[in-house]
């Protein structure tokens, strides 16, 4: 089940808003007038002025969801037209006169997925990115009593009375919240991973790819033009070999990046890329990247050194591969989950990873009754806990398999031989 979230920019992508906007709001919903658009679409002028934005979801092909986005103009914005904000504005700027409004609305969902917080979340998350060159320093939305909650998960509040609106035949309630509570919501997790340079450049790209557990984002031989970088989840990527017998390479989770040949060389894909959980995707385009990188020599550096220890945990791998023993071939899967897990809520030293006995099997190219031996000792030691599809980390993995050790081994088997 891809979901694909982007900025509308094609003509088509456009009208796909427009008319997605007149089949959930009159179609769907009976808003909007009781009688019938010839022309199936809403459009209002806030769709035309400078500094707009229409961010859209896609399922196999199909619109499904969308949210614009205003910067402030001449003419307001368009919680404006249905709501008195004036004293909460007259607040703001009196503490801070250069305060800059910005704001979020025609958030139209299809009915069979109003249920699934996700593609709502996602959907915000970028229309949030997308707004960061705007300098917003408050972000306004008028909501119905729907979505009141969802937006105060985020960290809105209400700024004025509900009102009825004649023309759409809903009542709807002014929130705000300040643009960096907003935007640390969208990328603060995200932001304890990487450095600046990518916080910054992700936060900016706009397009994103839901995927659900076991569902391939691209296959070994595929050709190759953009890299991702994960939001949330786990990715596996594998290779197989003549025998066709599957060979996990990487088991990656949030702030990791792959794919990133493409953006050097395009070509094939040298490896599958999998979703193990459901995760969410954030699409690096290879033009975007490089041009943004080429405007300082300091930031292109960042970017090549990020490669180099991609290809470092390649090299280190290998080695684990050919000459560990089997234990410490798990014992190594066991580390490179916990360097990817997250922190438990309710206790940050511990950490989870949802990466099952499976996956660590096609890692370690073991059988799995093998690992469950390894996994029941590290239990038994209180290191771990373990299930069918989870980690669960008491405390930091021993670093047991050393290069010097992995080094040493290998002349020994090269003397033997």
Known sequence: MTIKIKIARTAKEIDDVFRLRYDVYVKEEGKFGKEPNPHGRIIDHYDAVPGVANVIAYFNGEPIATIRINGDTDIGLPVEEYCNIDAFKEKVLAENSEAVFGSSGMLAVKKEWRNKRKVFYALLKTAIGAGINWKASHVLVTVKKETLSLYGRIGFEVIGETQWVEDIQDEVIPMAAPYPLVYGWAFGDISNKLTPFWVEKLSSLSDRILLEPNEVLFH?????DEAYAIEQGWVSISKHDKEDHELVLANLSQGELFGELALLEGGERSATATAVTNTELIVIEKAKLLEEAKK???????????FAKRVRDTDEFLMIHSFAPQT???????RSMWEGARPDRKIPTVRVAKIGVENIAKQAQIRESEVLAVLEMERMEGNIEYGKNFVRFLCEPNA??????????????????
């Open 400 to 417: 047991e398999i050393k290069r010097a050790e992995l080094a040493e081994q290998e002349q020994l088997l090269r003397v033997s031989n």
């Open 220 to 224: 070994e031989h595929d050709l190759a």
């Open 296 to 306: 300082d020599p300091a930031q292109l550096l960042e970017l090549l050194q990020y």
């Open 328 to 334: 410490g071939r798990v014992k190594y899967a066991l």
